[in-house]
């Protein structure tokens, strides 16, 4: 089955910086790619997703990049703020297959002020 | 938030205890998910319903016993269960026919203690 890795565990920043988050995952066969975030006690929410379709995917401060060859994807967020602070889930699937998603094992984004 | 909602929000339990969490989606959705959260571990997908039959049972004990009686209500029963089931255990639900492509909606989650 998929196996997706997530890293690094846990990321501080300074309030402004940037902050990368890199998944890789095994199946090739995965082609959509969502990112969740999920505040201090509360429910997870999708913030962005990609489809393998296209190489980058930009809302606002957030970015999500895919490399189909090397099988990774990585959430990118500039000029952080106190408010980013959460933990931070990528997930793989198969677009128009099952709906399993398979999660990674999340990020811890703490943002210095 | 009111599109995902859990009951009960907490529950205590012992090993010989039989509870039910509930889900209830008012979404228009058809497809629903049980999903545990542990500590320091992914969410592990449980169970995938899609127009109230089970398409994913992803290797789960057999003393978790989820139960859709439709589109909108999503269970899952409980009994015998283990400390080491102790979890978050959250429900989401997405739109019908897009496989996994599709946004997931969470409810806001049930901690379950097992004694």
């Known amino acids: 089955g998929e196996n997706v890795e997530q890293h690094p565990s846990t990321l501080s920043v300074q309030e402004g910086d940037s902050a990368v988050i890199k998944c890789t995952y095994s199946?090739?066969?995965?082609?959509?790619f969502p990112w969740y975030k999920q505040e201090l006690g509360k429910r997870p929410q999708l913030i962005i997703d990609i489809r393998s379709n296209v190489g980058e995917k930009k809302d606002q401060r957030i970015a999500v990049t895919l490399n189909k060859t090397a099988k990774h994807f990585s959430l990118h967020i500039t000029e952080t703020q106190p408010e980013d602070s959460a933990v931070y889930f990528c997930?793989?699937?198969?677009?128009?297959?099952?709906?399993?998603?398979?999660f990674g094992t999340g990020t811890r984004l703490t943002i210095i002020p | 938030e009111t599109g995902v909602t859990q009951t009960p929000r907490h529950l205590v339990m012992g090993m010989t205890n039989k509870k039910s969490l509930k889900c209830e989606q008012h979404l228009g959705h058809n497809a629903m998910y049980w999903y545990k959260q542990s500590a320091k571990k992914p969410l592990e997908l449980m169970f995938v319903y899609n127009f109230k039959e089970q398409t994913e049972n992803n290797s789960v004990p057999s003393r978790f016993s989820p139960e859709c009686p439709n589109s909108s209500h999503l269970f899952l029963h409980l009994h015998t269960l283990q400390p080491e089931d102790s979890a978050l255990y959250l429900c989401?639900?997405?739109?019908?026919?897009?496989?996994?492509?599709?946004?997931?909606?969470f409810g806001p989650g049930t901690r379950l203690t097992v004694l």
């Open positions: 997930a793989s699937g198969f677009n128009f297959g099952n709906e399993k998603l398979t």
């Open positions: 199946d090739s066969a995965s082609n959509y």
């Open positions: 989401a639900s997405s739109q019908d026919g897009g496989g996994a492509g599709n946004e997931q909606f």
